[in-house]
């Protein structure tokens, strides 16, 4: 089992920055893949980015490209979100999971609780 706890969320205005952290502990951090999703409401969960185990390939969703960054520091079984130029439709509750797999192809085997990211105009 892994645990994966997202923490950093908060109120921001337009234009702003957050930096998401997701602790994982349990099993190995290095031998997982990690993403980050996010959910508003009454919208699907859609993905934003992913990292490989070594932090050498990373993916993002077109809509985060240049804005966001992914990164892990697998001494501090972390995972990072960096979100710049924030925008009010970035409002969501953002979680991170954890892949056995890369490229994941979509598969997640955890999952954290989430943390929400309100974005004002």
């Known amino acids: 089992q892994v645990q994966l706890v997202e923490s950093g969320g908060g109120l921001v205005q337009a234009g702003g920055s957050l930096r998401l952290s997701c602790a994982a502990s349990g099993r190995t951090f290095s031998n997982y893949a990690m993403g980050w999703f996010r959910q508003a409401p009454g919208k699907e969960r859609e993905f934003v980015a992913a990292?490989?185990?070594?932090?050498?390939?990373?993916s993002y969703a077109n809509s985060m490209k240049g804005r966001f960054t992914i990164s892990r520091g697998n001494a501090k079984n972390t995972v990072y979100l960096q979100m710049n130029s924030l925008k009010p439709e970035d409002t969501a509750v953002y979680v991170c999971?954890?892949?056995?797999?890369?490229?994941?192809?979509?598969?997640?085997?955890?999952w954290g609780q989430g943390t929400q990211v309100t974005v004002s105009s």
């Open positions: 990292i490989s185990w070594s932090g050498g390939s990373t």
């Open positions: 999971a954890a892949s056995n797999s890369w490229p994941t192809y979509g598969k997640y085997d955890y």
